[in-house]
């Protein structure tokens, strides 16, 4: 039997997400709004590229939550993005209730599923649905730290002229204007990015990354990214589906790493077959973990808005 994600929100992160995770025919994929017949109309639309593509895998569209029963990986996308002008954290009183409503549903069909949270302000989102799921921190991962990962990569990438492929790095801590890219460990084929661009260049790359959302959100005009986010929360699924135990940044709710507790924060984390398998501690500098005290201090103040 072919294995099933649902991906809840048939919006701009959640249909294109259901189009690659089509693409890649490993799972069923179920796809769940709240909005009448319009799941069932991108689903339909995303089938029906299964003939030209190569595919075989069944997209089912729908407004009923039986539909999702038995997900293995069940990824939340639903709620209101931001506009311009607005913070991420603008989004949390109406976005708890989404998140809060679907967690809820999720979990009555799926009680053994993984669930990925991609909802805004995500660090205080996954809270929400660890808390409401009552499910073991392994099975409630948040998706950031891929996405402002691979923003840090292009950046470089374009700086130096390399290809994305050879730039490594990592985003760590919340979600928002606070979070920490880690220059110090970047690197271009294994040479340290302090090698290769100036202090003064390494800083506005750092400061366009943690604005990598909001540059988005402005272009648009209205509505945020969602090819990037959706390709990011893809890799995790991969190395879900196919247990290849690949090591990215994820927002895990933390049990003593990093000295932080019960508060999730973007850090590195090997995800495979169930889900969270290992946090990995990366010793900081003394700067880094300012910053990275900064950032947690932010997460833990808006957990504290949400009063749970
Ligand atoms: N974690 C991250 O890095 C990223 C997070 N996001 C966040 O993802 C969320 C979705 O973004 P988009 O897809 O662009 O928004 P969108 O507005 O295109 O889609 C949201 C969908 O959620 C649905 N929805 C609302 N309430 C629902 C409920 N109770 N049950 C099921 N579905 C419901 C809406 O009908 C809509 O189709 C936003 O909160 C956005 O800020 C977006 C990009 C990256
Ligand atoms: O900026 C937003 O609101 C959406 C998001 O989280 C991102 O693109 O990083």
């Not at 990962?149 to 204007?177: C, M, N, P």
């Not at 202090?199 to 400061?207: G, S």
């Amino acid at each position: 039997m072919r294995r099933k994600i649902t991906v809840v929100g048939a919006g701009f992160v959640g249909s294109t997400l259901v189009q690659r995770l089509a693409e890649r025919d490993y799972a069923d994929v179920v796809m769940f709004d709240i909005v009448p017949n319009m799941p069932q109309g991108k689903a339909l639309d995303i089938l029906e590229s299964g003939p030209v593509l190569g595919f075989d895998t069944q997209v089912t569209g729908t407004n009923d939550y039986a539909d999702t029963v038995g997900s293995d990986i069940v990824v939340i996308t639903s709620g209101f993005p931001r506009k311009p002008g607005m913070t991420r954290d603008d989004l949390v009183k109406k976005n708890q209730e989404i998140v809060s409503q679907v967690t809820e549903q999720v979990v009555k069909y799926s009680p053994e599923c993984i669930i990925i949270v991609v909802t805004n302000p995500l660090d205080a989102m996954a809270q929400i649905a660890l808390k409401v799921s009552g499910f073991p921190r392994e099975r409630v991962l948040g998706m950031a730290g891929v996405l402002d990962t691979a923003r840090f990569r292009t950046f470089i990438a374009q700086e130096v002229g390399a290809s994305v492929r050879d730039v490594q790095a990592y985003v760590l801590g919340g979600h928002g204007d606070t979070m920490v890219p880690l220059a110090r460990m970047c690197t271009v084929a294994g040479v340290p990015i302090e090698q290769l661009i100036s202090p003064e260049r390494i800083e506005e790359i750092v400061q366009r990354t943690r604005d990598g959302g909001a540059e988005i959100v402005k272009l648009l005009g209205t509505g945020s990214a969602y090819f990037a986010p959706s390709a990011s929360v893809l890799q995790m699924i991969d190395s879900i589906m196919l247990d290849k135990k690949m090591i990215m940044p994820c927002a895990i709710s933390l049990q003593g790493e990093y000295g932080i507790h019960n508060l999730f924060v973007g850090v590195p984390a090997q995800l495979g077959a169930n889900g969270l398998e290992k946090v990995i501690e990366i010793e900081l500098d003394a700067h880094e973990r300012e910053q990275l005290n900064k950032s947690v201090d932010a997460v833990r103040e808006l957990v504290g808005v949400m009063g749970i």
